[in-house]
């Protein structure tokens, strides 16, 4: 069998309404450039990623206008209506070029922060794992479930929860075979872990570094830049 190659699908398609900003929040201003500017050079960073796919909105007025890294390919598809219709339009146009066990890494486009060095290790420890797996990070506040009226009904045992973060890594076929499944099935999973757990597989947890954030409502973007210059002081 060949060598895998590595390829990246960045899901950029969504409106980030939770921001309140005027436009989605992959195209606000961090650092003196986009959000999603960030986003394609961190994922970029690593010389084993062969080719980058971004699922843009269908009335996107802004890819056009954003550096994109040298010495990578990157190619734009149309998303779709949720998170999961984006990623799968993204690896049905990687189709033609990439092998089905090629290695596919979904990053958000909302996580500016992606540090290279958990970006690389996540590589070498999935490598040749038979699965695939994800950046994650074990929960460290208690928590509850609510009830109605935002009462707590209960006290979960945080022991072996984790948030998931992206990327997130696993083979080509494997993940698009999952992801249509599910949501053939109606069932709109939020990650690709998700995907792949509907279809019976268990996905590796691989820590991930608490900065990689989500940007997802206003007071992330200081955090965001407080956290990129943080990371150039090394
Ligand atoms: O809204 P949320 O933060 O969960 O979105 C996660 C990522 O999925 C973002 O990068 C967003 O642009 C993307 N997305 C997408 N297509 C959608 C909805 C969200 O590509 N229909």
Redesign the pocket.
Known sequence: MDTPRYWGV???????T?MGAGR???YLELAGRRVLEHTLERLAADPRIAGIVV?L?PDDADWGRLAIPAGVEVRTVT?????C???LNALESLGGRAAPTDWVLVH????PCLRPADLSRLLDTLADDPVGGLLALPVRDTMKRAGTGDRVEATVDRAGLWHALTPQMFRLRALREALGKAIAAGVLV?DEAAAMEWAGHRPRLVVGAGDNL???RPEDLPLAEYYLARQFQG
């Open positions: 960045i899901p950029a398609a969504g409106q980030g939770r989605p929040k992959q699922a909105g998303g779709g209506a949720e998170r219709h984006s990623v958000d486009a909302a996580r939020t989500k940007i997802t």
